[in-house]
């Protein structure tokens, strides 16, 4: 690089951390720096003799304070490396994806190697969605580089901020609906509203995988079905009853039009709208001939710091008590926590207690998966690991 940055020196063990493959600097990682430069500036990363560890752009240091987008000198600046970044990971999509899906996680922030940038693709319109101001900056080479190499067919680029509404960036104001295809199913969702960018993108293999599993005349409960991405699966596998269970009825509303858009009547499932918490218990007495082929539990993140860890847990375990009842013998729960501190064998351990206080037994695990291939994670990144989805077969 022609120009010089801004350059932080780090102690030994975030070098090592870094040279392992982590894409974040902690504020007490740094050992010498006299002027903190600004929120988003380039800055060049050494290690405790001077050696180039790589380059990355200040945070403000509630979270993370550098976070790292090449380990590479030879690397052109960061506004012309935007346009590299994009074009490699379109081609990683093309490569991953069907050709008929077109509802994808285009750049996933720390696995593209831009960090904390997100952007999904819905159809014709691109949903920015930043972790933070840091990209704030950036904002015009992000949408050039969209522009040029996010791939043919956008219409719209929309950044949607974690707090505050939508916004246009690029391109005419977008549809408030669109209708997107994801491996054969049909889903109606609003790009740059709701909880994410506008549907659970990353949930497609564990709903690929749950359309495989639902048989013909199964009957099917999707807990926190939000506007229903599993229930349209139970429902095209074969299901002959759906119930999905959200606590906002207008979410209902949208779970009930996705029916209709795949060819199927919703007025042969069920929709309910109630806290999931209470509605569990007083569904434990149905009879034993009303039970449920198929259940999928999918609940929100339960704990955004370390020390929300356990009562999270207990959350999973008193929610796995209280579905116990409404599966049947042989019956396929399929449970999932997207709770970044709970891995696959805490999912497991916490499954396997709640389900024995509600008198059932895991007897096989039929499949463990989380995020599809479009949130790719870097290595050395165990926090990428955000997502995990088993298949247990209960006694």
Same mark, same amino acid.
């Given at each position: /690089?022609?120009?010089?940055?801004?350059? *932080?020196?780090?102690?030994?063990?975030?070098?090592?951390?870094?040279?392992?493959?982590?894409?974040?600097?902690?504020?007490?990682?740094?050992?010498?720096?006299?002027? @903190?430069?600004?929120?988003?500036?380039? @800055?060049?990363?050494?290690?405790?003799?001077?050696?180039?560890?790589?380059?990355?752009?200040?945070?403000?240091?509630?979270?993370?304070? #550098?976070?790292?987008?090449?380990?590479?000198?030879?690397?052109?600046?960061?506004?012309?490396?935007?346009?590299?970044?994009?074009?490699?990971?379109? /081609?990683? !999509?093309?490569?991953?994806?069907?050709?008929?899906?077109?509802?994808?996680?285009?750049?996933?922030?720390?696995?593209?190697?831009?960090?904390?940038?997100?952007?999904?693709?819905?159809?014709?319109?691109? @949903?920015?969605?930043?972790?933070?101001?840091?990209?704030? !900056?950036?904002?015009?080479?992000?949408?050039?580089?969209?522009?040029?190499?996010?791939?043919?067919?956008?219409?719209? *680029?929309?950044?949607?901020?974690?707090?505050?509404?939508?916004?246009?960036?690029?391109?005419?104001?977008?549809?408030?609906?669109?209708?997107?295809?994801?491996?054969?199913?049909?889903?109606?969702?609003?790009?740059?509203?709701?909880?994410?960018?506008?549907?659970?993108?990353?949930?497609?293999?564990?709903?690929?995988?749950?359309?495989?599993?639902?048989?013909?005349?199964?009957?099917?409960?999707?807990?926190?079905?939000?506007?229903?991405?599993?229930?349209?699966?139970?429902?095209?596998?074969?299901?002959?009853?759906?119930?999905?269970?959200?606590?906002?009825?207008? *979410?209902?509303?949208?779970?009930?039009?996705?029916?209709?858009?795949?060819?199927?009547?919703?007025?042969?499932?069920?929709?309910?709208?109630?806290? *999931?918490?209470?509605?569990?218990?007083?569904?434990?007495?149905?009879?034993?001939?009303?039970?449920?082929?198929?259940?999928?539990?999918?609940?929100?993140?339960?704990?955004?710091?370390?020390?929300?860890?356990?009562?999270?847990?207990?959350?999973?375990?008193?929610?796995?008590?209280?579905?116990?009842?409404?599966?049947?013998?042989?019956?396929?729960?399929?449970?999932?926590?997207?709770?970044?501190?709970?891995?696959?064998?805490?999912?497991?351990?916490?499954?396997?207690?709640?389900?024995?206080?509600?008198?059932?037994?895991? !007897?096989?695990? @039929?499949?463990?998966?989380?995020?599809?291939?479009?949130?790719? #994670?870097?290595?050395?990144?165990?926090?990428?690991?955000?997502?995990?989805?088993?298949?247990?077969?209960?006694?």
């Amino acid at each position: /690089m022609s120009r010089k940055l801004p350059q *932080i020196q780090l102690d030994k063990r975030s070098s090592q951390a870094i040279r392992a493959g982590h894409p974040w600097v902690w504020p007490d990682a740094i050992e010498h720096l006299k002027r @903190v430069p600004p929120l988003g500036a380039e @800055v060049e990363l050494v290690d405790s003799v001077g050696s180039f560890l790589g380059r990355g752009l200040m945070d403000s240091g509630q979270g993370p304070a #550098v976070r790292i987008f090449s380990r590479d000198e030879r690397d052109p600046p960061l506004r012309k490396l935007l346009f590299r970044r994009v074009a490699a990971a379109r /081609m990683l !999509r093309a490569r991953l994806l069907d050709q008929t899906t077109d509802a994808f996680r285009l750049l996933h922030g720390e696995g593209d190697e831009l960090p904390g940038l997100v952007v999904d693709r819905y159809g014709p319109v691109l @949903v920015l969605r930043p972790d933070g101001t840091l990209w704030n !900056r950036w904002l015009d080479p992000i949408v050039e580089a969209l522009c040029s190499e996010g791939g043919p067919g956008t219409e719209s *680029i929309l950044l949607k901020p974690r707090d505050g509404e939508s916004r246009v960036l690029w391109g005419s104001e977008p549809p408030a609906e669109l209708l997107v295809r994801e491996e054969g199913r049909r889903y109606l969702v609003r790009p740059g509203q709701g909880q994410k960018t506008g549907f659970f993108l990353d949930q497609r293999p564990t709903r690929d995988t749950v359309q495989r599993l639902v048989q013909p005349g199964d009957r099917c409960l999707n807990l926190f079905s939000f506007t229903g991405g599993f229930s349209i699966a139970m429902a095209l596998g074969g299901a002959t009853e759906v119930t999905s269970v959200d606590l906002s009825k207008s *979410i209902l509303d949208d779970c009930r039009a996705q029916f209709p858009a795949n060819g199927l009547d919703p007025s042969a499932h069920t929709f309910v709208a109630a806290d *999931i918490f209470e509605w569990l218990p007083a569904q434990g007495q149905r009879a034993k001939g009303s039970r449920y082929d198929l259940v999928v539990c999918d609940p929100p993140a339960m704990a955004r710091k370390r020390s929300q860890v356990e009562k999270a847990r207990g959350a999973y375990r008193r929610l796995h008590t209280g579905l116990a009842p409404l599966l049947k013998k042989g019956g396929l729960l399929v449970t999932c926590s997207c709770t970044a501190r709970l891995g696959a064998d805490e999912l497991l351990e916490d499954a396997r207690r709640g389900l024995r206080e509600g008198g059932r037994r895991v !007897r096989r695990v @039929v499949y463990t998966g989380g995020a599809g291939g479009d949130h790719p #994670v870097a290595p050395g990144f165990e926090q990428g690991h955000y997502l995990s989805c088993l298949v247990l077969v209960l006694d």
